[in-house]
């Protein structure tokens, strides 16, 4: 299995500018979420979808930030426009839930380094 | 406070040291547990899950008390590789917490 893809793997822009990221989760898996980490703040949850349903988007930071998922193979993070506070590291994680008490675990992609200058 | 605490370091420690790092979460009704490894600029991988009664991988061992509610990651003779941040996660029906991560650099 190719495990999770994310594209691209750098991204530089500038402020105002739109910035889209790419995830195709693990081949099955029911759950895709998209975390944000910086050094200052760790790993924070911004949206996850179950069955390329948005579940829960209240780690989203602003209405600048969008994510979609309009198949079992694709979800994208949209930020627009992006500003300078943006720049972190972007992982697309996925997982598969038989049952809320498994421990099935989540496996990420190797993220999306965005810089907005 | 936050849902999942952890001390973020760093533990600089001797090769071949035991060191260990602890983990609190907040909400009692939590069901699963794992620890993962995250390297620099790196993904972070699952290291473990944390059972109920304890569970031993190797050199790591993993302990949960939910009376607590603390988790805790033993490391055994520690090599220049286990030098990483780990990340204590907690999950609830279906969302994943993550600490902010324990930083570990082992000395040659």
């Known amino acids: 299995d190719a495990g999770v893809i994310q594209s691209p793997r750098h991204e530089v822009t500038e402020m105002g500018q739109e910035v889209t990221l790419r995830c195709k989760p693990i081949?099955?898996?029911?759950?895709l979420f998209w975390y944000r980490q910086t050094m200052m703040r760790g790993l924070e949850l911004l949206i996850y979808?179950?069955?390329?349903?948005?579940?829960?988007d209240s780690g989203m930071p602003e209405d600048r930030f969008s994510a979609k998922m309009p198949n079992a193979s694709f979800s994208t993070l949209k930020i627009q426009p992006s500003e300078p506070r943006d720049s972190a590291v972007y992982f697309c994680a996925s997982s598969l839930d038989r049952a809320p008490l498994t421990r099935d675990t989540q496996y990420f992609g190797p993220g999306t380094r965005l810089t907005v200058l | 406070r936050k849902e999942v605490e952890q001390d973020p370091g760093p533990f600089n420690v001797p090769e071949g040291a035991t060191v260990a790092f602890n983990c609190t979460y907040s909400n009692s009704a939590s069901q699963s547990f794992f620890w993962y490894r995250q390297d620099c600029r790196k993904e972070p991988k699952l290291l473990m899950s944390?059972?109920?009664s304890g569970n031993e991988d190797g050199r790591f061992t993993a302990q949960l008390n939910r009376a607590s509610q603390y988790i805790s990651l033993l490391i055994r003779d520690s090599k220049l590789s286990d030098s990483a941040t780990y990340l204590c996660?907690?999950?609830?029906?279906?969302?994943?917490?993550f600490g902010t991560g324990t930083r570990l650099k082992v000395l040659a």
């Open positions: 081949s099955g898996h029911d759950y």
């Open positions: 944390v059972y109920s």
């Open positions: 996660v907690v999950r609830g029906t279906y969302k994943y917490i």
């Open positions: 979808f179950n069955n390329n349903v948005p579940i829960d």
